[in-house]
């Protein structure tokens, strides 16, 4: 007997569900987070219909490091349509899956991504100025982060203890003033020697605040992901204290995490 569809079903069902599945199509492998600033719906809602989804067998999820990222299974809606329209399409479906299959197993493998999202009480130029004026990066993150930032251009994370060394020295890609910034993020060896992980900083401003993105791609390592998904966040509450306060927080936020800190060090001073 043939699987019962009736979840699958129940689940299509809801426009939002759906609109779930269309943006997994769009890029397979998002976060909640993610979904739910796309799709601009509340964090408990996107959960539940993910919860659905996910007890329809047609959104799997896989954990990379601390962010769960759901995926999009496309073998229930296959069987739709092989139950109900095969007698027409079943040559064209049958491709069309392979195709698919193939195409999410290789996603599957790819580098993780970290998306980490925060709101601050500021106009996008002050978090554009915060993001790439050296002092104020010096203040808030621990480093200058000195660039002439034009496209092409090299941009140096560099110490503030007057030994001059650069952490990551990486490259300007994007220059949207105040929207959008892109830049390569070597910090690893692993990202030196191959292909240089990215950042992408979006500034969305809403009346009196402005959403920051910080996008993190290609993300070489485990151990890598380990250490951005702590020093994100520790930075940018650190940016937001200092724009919203006019200072930064009593105690340096990645202290917390000294131990990845001095070992991503100790590979730069090696």
Excluded at 31 to 38: A, D
Excluded at 74 to 98: G, N, Q, Y
Excluded at 161 to 178: C, Q, W
Excluded at 230 to 252: D, H, I, Y
Aim: proline share 7%; hydrophobic share 35%.
């Amino acid at each position: 007997m043939p699987e019962d569809l009736t979840p699958v079903f129940r689940a299509l069902a809801d426009p939002s569900r759906r609109r779930l599945l269309d943006r997994l199509h769009e890029r397979n492998g998002q976060t909640l987070g993610e979904l739910c600033g796309s799709l601009d719906m509340a964090r408990q809602s996107t959960s539940q219909h993910l919860s659905v989804l996910e007890a329809a067998n047609l959104v799997s999820t896989v954990w990379h490091g601390r962010s769960k990222l759901h995926y999009l299974n496309p073998v229930p809606i296959h069987e739709v349509a092989e139950r109900w329209i095969s007698t027409f399409e079943t040559p064209r479906l049958r491709t069309l899956s392979a195709v698919r299959r193939s195409a999410e197993e290789q996603a599957m493998t790819t580098p993780p991504t970290y998306v980490y999202v925060t709101y601050v009480k500021a106009s996008p130029e002050q978090v554009w100025e915060a993001l790439t004026d050296a002092d104020l990066t010096a203040r808030y993150w621990g480093h200058r982060n000195e660039s002439d930032w034009q496209e092409g251009s090299t941009w140096a994370h560099v110490r503030t203890d007057g030994s001059g060394v650069a952490d990551v020295t990486g490259t300007v890609l994007e220059v949207h003033p105040p929207e959008r910034l892109v830049m390569t993020f070597p910090g690893s060896d692993e990202q030196r020697n191959g292909t240089p992980s990215r950042v992408t900083f979006t500034i969305e401003p809403h009346q009196d605040i402005v959403r920051l993105t910080v996008r993190h791609e290609d993300i070489p390592t485990a151990a890598d992901l380990e250490a951005l998904s702590a020093g994100w966040p520790a930075v940018m509450a650190n940016l937001k204290s200092l724009l919203e306060t006019g200072e930064v927080l009593p105690q340096a936020p990645w202290e917390m995490h000294a131990g990845l800190r001095e070992e991503q060090m100790a590979r730069t001073d090696g």
